[in-house]
């Protein structure tokens, strides 16, 4: 296997009676951000914690380029991650922490003052990580991530908490990765964070894979036969589009959403019965509505609850 490919496979933890992680399989490729996504409690960290050797799977595996996290030869080489910015000693200044991580790691000093400029870090390079902002926590958590230039990258929830600039610096930063033929794996339990990020999408619940497609994929099967329609004579263009077969609801004092027309033939209905409208327009789901079509079942399970007995 190449080295910068993540696999899982019929991946098993429990911790007491708890099932973190369910017999998931997946598989992380190269020169592409892969979103991995699901509700809270999902088991996202677990299977990355176990990707990294810092828990042990019960059943099944996961392994960085062919080989499992505890056979790696220099792991910080083979896999750079993200889990947890809040863990750096406060009283350790940003360059003594990345300069001690290259030294137990073999890894070349001048590897952390790179790894600073990349992530903006170096004007504040001496100062202590205690007084660092969230924003700047996880920066210096991603320099050490990049410290041995891995072709594999995991980030656990990288945008958490960082303000609109950090965000838009982490996509980019993601992106570029990935276009240097990484493999990157980024956690988020907000579909709609990913959807100028990811390529692929993992996407579980309960330990569970509930999908393993692209976004364009996703988006598309959700976008399927919609067209939004925006109109001043809302009643009247219901009743035609309804009478020429369409499912039509009402999404808003002039808009129309419209399924089982072409927007062609809703256009063509729309005039038949001299209805002017200011918009036909093929629908494009947003991502985060493409992951509640996805999660609806599972949703209604969840949310349904028992009514009272007399
Ligand atoms: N060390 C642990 N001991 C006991 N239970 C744990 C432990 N770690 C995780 N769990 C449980 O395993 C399940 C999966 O948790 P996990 O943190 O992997 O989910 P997640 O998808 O990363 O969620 P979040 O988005 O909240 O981080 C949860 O029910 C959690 O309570």
Redesign the pocket.
């Known amino acids: 296997m190449e080295a910068n490919t993540v696999e899982v496979r019929e991946l098993h ?4 009676a ?4 369910d017999d998931l399989s997946f598989t992380v490729g190269p020169g592409q951000v892969t979103g991995f996504v ?12 176990v990707i990294l050797g810092l ?1 042990a799977p019960d059943g099944g595996s996961a392994l960085v380029g062919g080989r499992r996290y505890r056979d790696l030869g220099t792991p910080l080489r083979e896999v750079g991650a993200l889990l947890d910015a809040g863990a750096i000693h406060p009283g350790r200044r940003a360059r003594d922490h990345l300069l001690w991580m290259a030294q137990y790691n073999g890894l070349p000093a001048r590897r952390v003052d790179e790894v600073l400029e990349q992530v903006g870090l170096t004007q504040v390079a001496r100062r202590r990580a205690g007084g660092f902002s969230l924003g700047m926590r996880q920066r210096l958590g991603i320099a050490g991530a990049l410290l041995g230039d891995p072709p594999v990258l995991l980030f ?2 990288p945008v958490n908490g960082l303000d609109p600039e950090g965000i838009v610096w982490i996509r980019g930063l993601l992106r570029s990765l990935a276009a240097e033929g990484r493999a990157v794996l980024v ?3 907000l579909m709609g964070e990913l959807e100028d990020t990811a390529d692929h999408l993992i996407v ?1 619940g309960r ?1 569970r894979l509930v999908a393993d497609t692209t976004v364009r994929e996703l988006v598309a099967a959700a976008s399927a036969d919609r067209v939004v329609v925006r109109t001043a004579h809302r009643t009247q263009a219901m009743t035609a589009l309804a009478n020429a077969g369409a499912t039509v609801a009402a999404t808003d004092h002039d808009r129309l959403t419209v399924t089982g027309l072409t927007s062609e033939y809703v256009i063509k209905v729309l005039n038949q019965h001299a209805l002017p409208f200011t918009e036909v327009a093929a629908h494009r789901a947003s991502l985060e509505e493409a992951y509640m079509e996805l999660t609806r079942d599972a949703v209604e399970f969840a949310t349904y609850t028992r009514p009272l007995e007399a």
């Open positions: 933890k429990t911790y007491g708890t099932v973190a992680v699901g509700p809270n409690g999902a088991g996202k960290s677990t299977t990355m914690r828990d656990d929830e956690s988020s339990h579980i330990g």
